[in-house]
């Protein structure tokens, strides 16, 4: 073995004396956010690189992590020193840097470390339970595991909505979209729940009345399949040389800023779901990418809630490339690079493919216009189960119920009904409702986007993402969490955020010309 | 993006009310050596996976695990803690973990932060300017750099030695070998001294007289390589359940006991050096995943030293992989996966290519015959630069003297003489003896091995390594730390640290029938 270089630099002092207590917390958060990209790559390791038998070691060193990162952020005297930092210089950008601060320190101090533990133990053998029941479509035997972690994430929201003063599933929302509130997602939802049905309907009928695309034919190797992924990602802005693309089971976007990691999993019989799962991730590359270099490290400099993150993968996959101008533009280089000839590779084709509508019992694998009806029957169980009107056991029949009331189908297996999502398996309850949050921000945030400059659309048809890169980083990504997401989304779009741009993009696409 | 799960179990707590200075004791160090878990893995993507525009990152990452083990390490109330479980029940087993608890703590807290930080710096500083300097031969560039890490070195070496009562250099060795001291490696350094030279004429006259063996011709595809080294990989015990085998610049072995990644490079033109070079790096992988189960992520499960690591892979690479019985097995296996034929490929041939003995500048192209004076020389010199008997200035000099001196080459620049190796760049004082001590422990355990089980050696012969890998479990990985490398040798061979049986296997395999 050679020696294993290990010398670092830029040892940090714990205290620095003399300085102001903004200055303490900013080292302090520092410290804690760094502990946090730590884990984000031991995550992206887990998933891409691990060896099954390492899966012991790294729960262990997951765990000593969080610890390690709950006991900075619960410091006794971390209150004190916020109430400090407050009465310092009102500068905004120290204001919003420290609401960030403040948000983090509430919700670690919120829990005794007990329960933190406990609900920790609790997701752990949950999800291990629930990784044997899915294949084996027994609902029956994940039972106790999810009823003792329910109880755990009731005591969870009820500890957390003491604190930040909201109801207990605004508590649990609160960890994944700050500030949102159930009232207002209710309105939203109201809203498509009156919409989506009938234009479903318009929608199948309209399509029932062609005849499908032709459909590319395979097998696509996975080298070419990753080289056009590759090809596509750089046309889209990412850079390789601060991140990477690899395969696992489960696609997402990891590492940290200035090492952005995403993956796919490829199908040899179909490139396109892994082909528009790679432009996905890159929509969450890039705004990982572009947030602000003088926040880094500090809350001020991180991401928007999930909502705000998906609308960045939901502008990029669905507002740019599931759209006719860029498949007029990326068709040739798909059929090039995959060696596809006839006209099922033609930009027409492709297009009618990628904008296919089928109601299906699977949420990720549905489309944009049934997604909807996959997130309220989960939002509307989740709410229930968290409120204590509904019990885990009584998952399987309420799912079924809402799956045919929502969209007119019936899951045939509880494998593809309430066991297929790990989100509640694996502690994440007021996740779900963000992904639509998410499909309608990226609308309205497209729309003000061609408002503002008509050279962003025209130029996507020639492969040039340059101008909506450039919007985006100035209006979104570069902002870091320096406005709350609503504040973001109406300074950018002039508006709340609302249904009306999403409405109209899916009538564009799906009942337009 | 799907949902990333995040919870995971045995969240620690800091405090176990009721018990014992020894629980307490456990409970911390096994939070400090978790957290060294991470930074190997870390280490391991910074070297195989990592991205170049994550280098950043990456060293702000490490550089707060750094601080924060040495916080837990050198926190005010260790000394007592330890005092107290001393006191305790006193158990060999919690004695021998004590023991490695305390060895740890001085090492930490004899530095005051300002130190520590100031050295990391410096290191860094250096290293970086040496992967410039190295290249161009420019070692004024590197000077001032390696003046300014030499003097905080110097620093080091005195707060250690005050409090571990040894000299300077001891403090340093210490690091990497514990226990160990320089009067005894002088001992056995000055009996190489006198038995190398007139040795290494006899070799290079016998193998002067008979023509050179011939060459295996090239190319050979990487895959195969890889396939090949694999396939011995796995012969040998390792298991890819527990580990991977990548590609870096540097070799090495890195990652957890349950997840153990070695690395090689590949020359297209060549495989011997790559395989050879996993085979090494094997040997450090068996002993890392054969540690005590029972002293997991507790001082007492960690490897020795540095030498008994080496030793581990210098058992399996030069005792066991260079010899003509395992090229008798491994011949024909390494011709059919490279499609070799002729007589380059056999076993003759290819061991005497595995055991041409060539002086030369380059430490890490050496043989084992001439490589202990690459290591004598950097000892005499980091001895006197330690003492302040040399400056960092004299290095080209003393360095081009010193090998004419003690290998009759003279090496054409600086970038193949003191520019060569990382470890002083780096901050890695005392670390160069450990390579001959690992070289002389192998042998003398290989020999204890072959007396104790004549069948180990035969077996060899017939590609089974699992009498071997049982006999090196039950003797040195199995045991861990829990004595110390002098004890262990004894225990296990009968004897101290000696060169005979080095030498001896010299005068086998080099002028032996």
Redesign the interface.
């Known amino acids: ?14 205290t620095l004396d003399g300085d102001s207590a903004y200055d303490l917390l900013c080292a302090r958060f ?2 804690i956010l ?2 946090g ?2 884990e984000s ?3 992206w ?1 887990l ?1 891409v ?6 899966a ?13 990162r709950h ?1 900075l952020l619960a410091a006794p005297d971390m209150g004190d020193l916020l109430d400090r930092a407050a009465t310092e210089d009102p500068d905004p950008w120290r204001a919003a840097n420290l609401r960030g601060m403040r948000r983090m320190w509430i919700h670690a101090a919120a829990l005794p ?1 007990d329960l ?2 406990a ?3 609790a ?3 949950c ?1 291990r339970a629930w990784r044997a029941a899915r294949p084996a479509d027994d609902f029956r035997a994940v039972l106790p595991y999810l009823e003792d972690l329910l109880s755990r994430t009731r005591e969870v929201a009820a500890a957390k909505a003491e604190r930040l003063g909201v109801d207990p599933y605004d508590a649990l929302l609160d960890e994944y979209e700050p500030d949102a509130r159930a009232a207002d997602i209710d309105r939203l939802f109201a809203d498509l729940r009156t919409f989506l049905p009938p234009f479903l309907d318009r929608v199948l009928a309209r399509q029932a009345a062609a005849p499908p695309p032709p459909r590319p034919e395979g097998p696509f190797p996975i080298a070419r399949q990753e080289a056009l992924g590759r090809r596509l990602m750089e046309c889209l802005g990412f ?6 693309l690899d395969v696992s089971l ?10 952005v990691r995403i993956t796919t999993r490829y199908d040899e019989a179909d490139f396109t779901s892994a082909l528009m799962g790679v432009l ?2 890159t929509g ?1 590359a890039l705004y990982d990418r572009g947030l602000p270099r003088e926040g880094r ?1 500090q809350p001020i400099g991180l991401p928007l809630g999930m909502s705000i ?2 609308s960045q ?1 939901l502008l990029i996959e669905m507002q740019v490339c599931r759209s006719r101008r860029f498949l007029d533009f990326a068709a040739p280089l798909i059929a090039r690079e995959l060696g596809g000839t006839g006209p099922a590779w033609t930009a027409e084709s492709l297009h009618r493919w990628y904008t296919r509508v089928i109601p299906g019992p699977i949420r ?1 694998d549905a489309d944009e216009v049934t997604y909807p009806a996959h997130v309220m029957l989960r939002y509307d169980l989740e709410r229930a189960l968290i409120a204590g009107t509904m019990e885990a056991a009584d998952l399987p029949e309420a799912w079924t119920t809402g799956m045919h009331r929502l969209l007119g189908v019936v899951p045939p297996s509880d494998r593809e009904g309430c066991l297929q ?3 509640w398996y ?3 309850w007021g ?1 779900f409702p963000t992904y639509t949050l998410g499909a309608m921000t990226a609308a309205q945030l497209f729309a003000a986007a061609r408002d503002a400059d008509p050279a962003i659309e025209s130029a996507i048809s020639d492969g040039d993402f340059a101008p909506l890169l450039a919007w985006l980083r100035g209006h979104v990504h570069g902002l870091g969490s320096r406005h709350t997401a609503a504040e973001m989304l109406t300074r950018t779009t002039g508006r709340p955020l609302e249904t009306a741009p999403f409405k109209a993009h899916l009538e564009r696409r799906y009942l337009g010309d």
């Not at 690189?49 to 390492?54: I, K, L, N, S």
């Not at 489960?250 to 090492?259: I, L, M, R, S, W």
């Open positions: 073995m050679e020696f294993a270089p290990n010398n670092v630099a830029n040892l940090e002092s714990t520092r410290r760094l502990l990209d730590v790559v031991l995550h390791d998933a690189m691990m060896p099954d038998g390492g012991g070691d790294r729960t262990e060193q997951l765990a000593v992590l969080q610890t390690t006991g470390e933190v533990e609900r920790g133990r997701a752990s053998a999800e850079d390789f040389a601060h991140g990477r489960h696609p997402f976007c990891g590492g940290t800023v200035d090492d996905h991730e969450h490290h993150h998906e993968s990720v999502d790990i989100h694996d502690g994440a996740y």
